[in-house]
């Protein structure tokens, strides 16, 4: 098993950039296919980056060049880093682990429900 923890969202303005972490204990993350995901207002969650356990990424299409994800192996921490935000990145931002030994795809990011753990989420608002 293993615990996480997101910290690092809040209010920014159109174009700002934030760095949000997900602290992970109880195991190490190079176990897990690691995802960041969101859930604008009223609106399903969704994938937003994914790290794989061979060091490939995933990003969705509408975060691609602004988003970048990335995994701390000192600190068992994942990174997501978010440059150029839009009001249509606003939502409540997840990440989420998923075990290495279960099969995964190559290509695209597993849906939310194929992931086994989650944090508690952190909110994200820009505003124009």
């Known amino acids: 098993q293993v615990q996480l923890v997101e910290s690092g969202g809040g209010s920014v303005q159109v174009g700002g950039s934030l760095r949000l972490s997900c602290a992970a204990s109880g195991n190490t993350l190079s176990n897990y296919y690691m995802g960041w995901f969101r859930q604008p207002p009223g609106k399903e969650r969704e994938g937003v980056a994914l790290?794989?356990?061979?060091?490939?990424?995933y990003y969705k299409d509408s975060v691609k060049g602004r988003f970048t994800i990335s995994r701390d192996t000192i600190s068992n921490t994942l990174l997501l880093e978010m440059n150029s935000l839009i009001p249509e990145d606003t939502g409540m931002y997840y990440c989420a682990a998923r075990p290495r030994w279960f099969y995964t795809s190559p290509l695209g990011m597993p849906a939310a429900k194929d992931f086994a753990y989650w944090g508690q989420g952190t909110q994200v608002t820009v505003s124009s």
């Open positions: 790290a794989r356990v061979d060091g490939t990424t």
